[in-house]
């Protein structure tokens, strides 16, 4: 009998509309002559069974299952879509855990340290990893806008200290604009990071580690038509120039690709990551980790797979079979 695979989308973050999109191409890749993939849609408490674009049934969260067409349907694993909270930083993986239901991303611990920028930057600072200096602002604190510009210059980047999918970034030229973007930042976040800009290109690569193998992806060289990486860049079709491999000498591929690597295991990663560099130079300036990256039509890590000739398909499946099989 084939196992039941869930694919978990929705979210309660404005990176809900993307978890949409990245869970539609998942579904298509998930190998339906070796699992029966099913759509979870997850919005607060409101979790449901998706069929055909319409939901059917409420899930029953005692034991993550659900009654369809007169059957209890119980869900042997779950491939976690969701960007942002609660898919992203840990919460969903505690509940997954207590259902001791295996799942596709990183665990609780790995989850939300990776989520909060600030707390995993200064983790990995530790391991020598250099990366562009920041400052985290509560919400509600102070807004000192000429230490700032004194500590870290100008330009900066103001961005939400948890999140992704570039909701609530600015970048900042003018000092009397500091202020407005930093609490745009707080609308998203009760954090905010003023981080020193480090005027370079932009590199990405995903990997994933299993017991038994490893892919690590190509690496991708990111050239936005607008002033950054922002949402419009990232899911505008020909907003962005992405070239898969980078125009990046093979030293720098190894290079980067290590660094990847490192990163993964410092942070006892799983599943799929994306790990994000800005390169100044020969230096390698770390970003962040992406546990649970986009996996949409216009992402990274598709681009990447498809470049290493191989199908997205091949990769979940691994990933799936790697826990339950």
Sequence with gaps: ???????????DSSE?????????????????DLFQPWAVEMKGKDWKLVVDGEPVAAIDKQDFSVQYQGEKLHFDYAYITIHGTPGEDGIL????????????????????????????SNY??????????SVRLTRGDGINVDQLVADLGLPVFVKPNVGGSSFGITKVK?????????????????????????????LTGGLVKMQHEEFIFPITEVLPKNEFFDF???YTKGATLEITPARISEELTQRCQQLSSRIYDLCNCRGI???????KGNTLYFLEVNTTPGMTATSFIPQQIEAMD??????ITKIIQDQIC
């Design 1 to 11: 009998m084939k196992k039941n695979i869930a694919v978990v989308y929705g979210g």
């Design 16 to 32: 809900y509309v993307v978890s949409v999109m990245s869970s539609k191409n998942v579904l298509q890749a998930v190998d339906p």
């Design 93 to 120: 993986q505690g509940y997954f855990d207590l259902m001791k239901i295996p799942y596709s991303t990183c665990g609780v611990q790995s989850s939300a340290l990776t989520f909060n920028k600030y707390y995993c």
């Design 124 to 133: 990995l600072r530790n391991f020598g990893i250099t990366m562009a200096k």
């Design 174 to 202: 003018l000092k009397e604009n500091l202020k407005a973007a930093i609490e745009k930042a707080w609308e998203e976040s009760p954090e905010a990071l003023v981080e020193e800009f480090i005027d370079g290109l932009e």
């Design 232 to 234: 419009e860049s990232k």
């Design 273 to 279: 990551v994306r790990v994000d560099y800005i390169l």
């Design 310 to 315: 191989m199908e997205l398909k091949d990769i």
